[in-house]
């Protein structure tokens, strides 16, 4: 039987911990859906009711398109191990970019990512769970950020990431601002 709460519990806060994966999904009022999957050491606890987590940038970045006119996030863990479980929370978003007056503060929360470009603040007002049963069990075999993206965004350099962002990262697929570099 699932859960319906306002805020975590030390039991949900473990597994969060424990989940080398997780998905976000928000959306503006027009438009696409997002549903992102993220990982790395990319996602921190602040209190039962909220939680941090850092964007390393990739292809797009429709997140924090969609949190500038809509602030609605939903974060969503998975058992892929273990006891099964599914773990949605939802809230309200804000997004803290590099030269935003905040960011030194939370970015010391993280490993230091190249290519790092938004930190997301989730304020948790509702907490579910469910089953997962349908969720298939697998092993992690390794970070592929780790070994593939993150040393791609070190060989670029802080210029060579900020021309990939001006080239991807300012508009969302539908063409709303970002918000990366205004």
Not at 39 to 65: C, F, H, M, P, R
Not at 68 to 87: E, K, N, V, W, Y
Not at 110 to 139: H, K, Q, W
Request: with cysteine; proline share 4%; net charge negative.
């Amino acid at each position: 039987m699932g859960i319906k709460a306002t805020q975590l519990n030390n039991t949900l806060v473990s597994f969060i911990k424990q989940q080398s994966l997780f998905f976000v999904a928000t959306a503006a009022a027009d438009g696409r859906v997002n549903l992102s999957p993220k990982g790395l050491d990319s996602l921190k606890v602040i209190n039962s009711q909220q939680i941090i987590w850092l964007s390393v940038t990739g292809s797009g970045n429709e997140t924090a398109a969609h949190i500038r006119q809509q602030p609605r996030m939903t974060l969503m863990f998975c058992a892929f191990s273990g006891d099964h479980l599914i773990l949605r929370l939802y809230g309200t978003a804000s997004v803290v970019h590099p030269r935003d007056q905040q960011w030194e503060q939370l970015y010391r929360l993280f490993p230091d990512y190249a290519g790092a470009r938004n930190i997301f603040t989730l304020d948790i007002d509702l907490v579910t769970t469910a089953c997962g049963s349908g969720v298939p069990e697998m092993s992690l075999l390794r970070h592929r950020a780790e070994t593939d993206l993150v040393p791609w965004y070190e060989n670029m350099g802080q210029d060579g990431v900020e021309a990939f962002w001006k080239k991807k990262n300012l508009l969302s697929i539908d063409g709303d601002p970002t918000g990366l570099l205004d």
